[in-house]
C-alpha cells in the first residue's frame, strides 16, 4: 500500500519564476492539504482539497494556488517565486468528510519537496 | 485561532535516559492529536495518534498522554537511544470553522540523544 508520493523531491528556481510541485495521497485517501515548512519551524497550512475543491485556506497569497483531480492527486502552484519561499513543502492526505470529524484517522505526509529560490 | 506550543525547543540527553516531550494547545476543543518525528531535511512520521475521547497511547517506548480539558499533552520516551535523535512535532486537529477540520503544529522539540 503505497504512502504519500511527493515530486520533485528537491527543486532550485530562481526569483520570479513559477513552480508546481505533485503529490499522490495515500491509497484510500480523498483529501490532500498542502504545508510549508521553514528551516527550524514547523509545518503552516496552505490549503486543503477535497472533491476537486479548495475548501480552506491559511494565511498565504493568491501566488499560491492549487489544483485537485479526479484521481484524488494534487497539484502545488506557486507564482512570482520570492526568496522567502524557500522551505520544504509537505502534502498530507486524509480520509475525511467535511462533515465527519477525523477521529478514527490521521493524516500521512510525504517525503516533501525542498524548494530553494535563489 | 488554535496555536501550539512545544518545550522545550531543544533537549539533548544521554543514551538510556527517560525523557518527556511537552506540547500545549489553546482551544481544547480538537478531534485529536497526532506526535509526528521529522528526521533533518526529511517528512514526517506519524509515531501516535490519540483520539479526543481518550487519555494515552502506547507504542513500543513511546507513550503519548492527552488532557484536552487542560489543552495538555506528554510524549514520554523510555530508555532513549541515539536512534531516537530527531525533531518531534505536536499536531491538533480541530475544526476550523469553514466546513472542514485543519492539522495545526508546534514548532516542535529538537532532541539529540548523545551515545
Known amino acids: 500500500d503505497a504512502g504519500v508520493t511527493q515530486s520533485p523531491t528537491h527543486l532550485i528556481k530562481t526569483r520570479g519564476q513559477q513552480v508546481t510541485l505533485r503529490c499522490s495521497p495515500k491509497s484510500g485517501h480523498d483529501t490532500v492539504s498542502w504545508y510549508q515548512q521553514a528551516l527550524g519551524q514547523g509545518p503552516q497550512f496552505i490549503f486543503q482539497y477535497y472533491e476537486e475543491e479548495e475548501r480552506q485556506r491559511g494565511n498565504f497569497p493568491d501566488r499560491f494556488s492549487g489544483h485537485q483531480f479526479p484521481n484524488y492527486s494534487s497539484e502545488l502552484n506557486v507564482n512570482a517565486l520570492l526568496l522567502g519561499d524557500s522551505a520544504l513543502y509537505l502534502c498530507?492526505?486524509?480520509?475525511?468528510?467535511?462533515?465527519?470529524?477525523?477521529?478514527?484517522?490521521?493524516?500521512?505526509f510525504g517525503s516533501g519537496t525542498r524548494l530553494t529560490v535563489v | 485561532k488554535q496555536e501550539v506550543t512545544q518545550i522545550p525547543a531543544a533537549l539533548s540527553v544521554p543514551e538510556g535516559e527517560n525523557l518527556v516531550l511537552n506540547c500545549s494547545f489553546t482551544?481544547?476543543?480538537?478531534?485529536?492529536l497526532q506526535w509526528f518525528r521529522q528526521d533533518p531535511g526529511k517528512g514526517l512520521t506519524s509515531l501516535l495518534l490519540?483520539?479526543?475521547?481518550?487519555r494515552e497511547q502506547t507504542s513500543g517506548r513511546l507513550n503519548a498522554s492527552l488532557d484536552k480539558s487542560s489543552g495538555r499533552s506528554t510524549l514520554y520516551i523510555a530508555a532513549s537511544q541515539p536512534g531516537d535523535s530527531a525533531t518531534y512535532l505536536c499536531?491538533?486537529?480541530?475544526?476550523?470553522?469553514?466546513?472542514?477540520?485543519?492539522?495545526?503544529f508546534g514548532k516542535g522539540t529538537k532532541l539529540s540523544v548523545i551515545p
Open positions: 490519540i483520539q479526543s475521547s481518550q
Open positions: 499536531a491538533v486537529s480541530s475544526w476550523s470553522g469553514a466546513g472542514s477540520y485543519q492539522l495545526t
Open positions: 482551544d481544547s476543543a480538537i478531534y485529536n
Open positions: 498530507a492526505s486524509s480520509s475525511i468528510l467535511t462533515r465527519q470529524p477525523p477521529s478514527l484517522y490521521g493524516y500521512t
